[in-house]
């Protein structure tokens, strides 16, 4: 294979001659094929490093020759990724082509920059997949990401490989599982770590409010818009932007970002010139978006722009074996913070952590361990000390038999009870859940809670 020779399949000469003076002055090697036919045989002699190809030639505009074309490359050379070329206004044909394996798609016209970022992340991330057992070419750093799971070093190494790409990362997990931790070791492990790195809570901004927080607005663009303010793409750009609660955006909000995704320009509110960014994307989410695409409430092909890398966290219950570090780390984080001496946890104590059932994952761990060193106050930790704040916190919560309720029936009687405790404030519940407000807000809809006015 040659990585560094892009093969362009175009019937339309005049693609063939721009597309290849963009990628020759890129530094790449070029081929051109015509016809589905001799991009075949050109495949047969010598494998590209790359595949650019229009989804319509002369026969039809049904996009049926470039998905045939499509699939004989799945089979001559599966390893090589195929950019997909189509009109504007026929993107389910690339939602389609997406499904048969393509690595991405542009549309006609094309922006170079984004052309040239979206074959660079291809080709890294197939270097990166054919490289997995090589050694990493700086030892990734994960300082703060605690435990030795199997299930969370197979995560790593995925995101050990995938770091210095620039190709966008979806990280999907229950609430509590580490995915801002994840994002933020992605950005701290690429060659961007020097440059920004931007938490945006989806969840948390209005529909009237995304487009001039994201894209920024001038002044007099609306009436509050009393000074110019740069939206989080442009602070994000040369770094990473990372875009949490994305099953939350509403489908206004979604086609919006889905041109940044694809074009890398955005428009300020009140200022028609376009701006470039460039800025790696990472999104999470502790929705299900597959279920959400087929249901109508997330766009499949904003999907595809986000997931070119999945990463699953695990929940801490599948991976109790982390609990004892976790319970060590947190507590020797807090006793740094307060100035004292780290207190002892006994071993009993440690195999009682190790049993409860964390619905709300690492985040409820820390909350528990943090809480009952501060109540207690003792140097030394037993089994009894945390036995007493948990029932502390069920009694609170209203649950005492747990062995008799599924675990969603606790966790809404948890919720329940919190809600009365707090008097419908809903982040002291979050707090006192070890939840994200999202976390609760989405939990009240599940249980179909009415939440407080
Ligand atoms: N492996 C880990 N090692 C150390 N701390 C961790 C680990 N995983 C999670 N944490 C801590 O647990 C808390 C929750 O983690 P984080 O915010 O990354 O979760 P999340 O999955 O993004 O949650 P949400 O979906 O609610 O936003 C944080 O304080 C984080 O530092």
Excluded at 3 to 32: E, F, H, Q
Excluded at 155 to 165: C, D, E, F, K, P
Excluded at 334 to 352: F, K
């Amino acid at each position: 294979m040659d990585s560094k020779t892009i093969l362009i399949c175009d019937d339309d000469p005049t693609v063939r001659s721009s597309l290849s003076l963009v990628l020759k002055r890129a530094g790449y090697g070029i081929a051109t094929a015509e016809t589905p036919e001799q991009a075949v045989a050109q495949i047969r002699t010598t494998i590209p490093g790359l595949i650019l190809m229009d989804m319509n030639y002369t026969r039809s505009t049904t996009g049926e020759e470039g998905l045939e074309l499509l699939a004989k490359v799945k089979v001559l050379a599966p390893e090589v990724p195929v950019i997909l070329i189509t009109a504007w206004g026929s993107i389910h044909l690339a939602v389609q082509g997406i499904r048969a394996g393509a690595f991405d798609f542009i549309t006609k016209p094309w922006n170079n920059l984004a052309l040239l970022e979206s074959i660079r992340t291809a080709i890294q991330v197939q270097e990166s997949s054919t490289a997995a057992d090589a050694a990493p070419k700086s030892p990734f750093r994960r300082d703060k990401i605690i435990g030795k799971s199997p299930l969370l070093e197979r995560v790593l190494q995925t995101v050990s490989r995938i770091a210095s790409t620039h190709a966008p990362v979806l990280i999907t997990g229950e609430s509590g599982t580490g995915k801002e931790l994840i994002a933020e070791a992605i950005h701290e492990n690429s060659e961007r770590k020097d440059r920004p790195f931007i938490k945006v809570n989806l969840g948390g901004i209005s529909l009237s409010l995304f487009e001039s927080e994201m894209f920024g607005h001038k002044k007099g663009a609306f009436t509050d818009a009393h000074y110019d303010r740069k939206g989080r793409f442009e602070l994000a750009d040369g770094g990473s932007i990372f875009l949490d609660e994305i099953g939350d955006l509403d489908m206004v909000s979604q086609v919006k970002l889905l041109r940044v995704l694809q074009d890398h320009t955005f428009e300020s509110l009140g200022d028609s010139r376009p701006k470039q960014v460039d800025t790696r994307i990472i999104c999470a989410t502790n929705r299900n978006l597959p279920q959400m695409v087929q249901q109508g409430e997330f766009r499949e092909d904003l999907f595809y722009r986000i997931n070119l890398i999945t990463v699953q966290m695990p929940a801490l219950r599948e991976r109790r074996e982390d609990i004892p570090l976790l319970v060590e780390y947190f507590a020797r984080q807090q006793a740094r913070q307060n100035g004292l001496e780290p207190v002892e946890i006994s071993a009993e104590a440690m195999e009682y952590l190790s049993r409860l059932p964390y619905p709300g994952n690492v985040r409820e761990l820390k909350n528990f361990v943090e809480r009952t060193i501060l109540v207690s106050q003792q140097p030394h930790l037993t089994e009894v000390d945390f036995k007493n704040q948990y029932v502390e916190i069920a009694a609170k919560t209203g649950v005492h038999d747990t062995s008799v309720h599924s675990l969603e029936e606790i966790e809404k009687q948890m919720i329940l009870r919190a809600l009365e405790l707090y008097g419908g404030n809903l982040s002291k519940v979050a707090t006192a859940l070890g939840l994200s407000r999202q976390a609760v807000y989405r939990r009240l809809e599940k249980y179909a809670i009415r939440p407080p006015e």
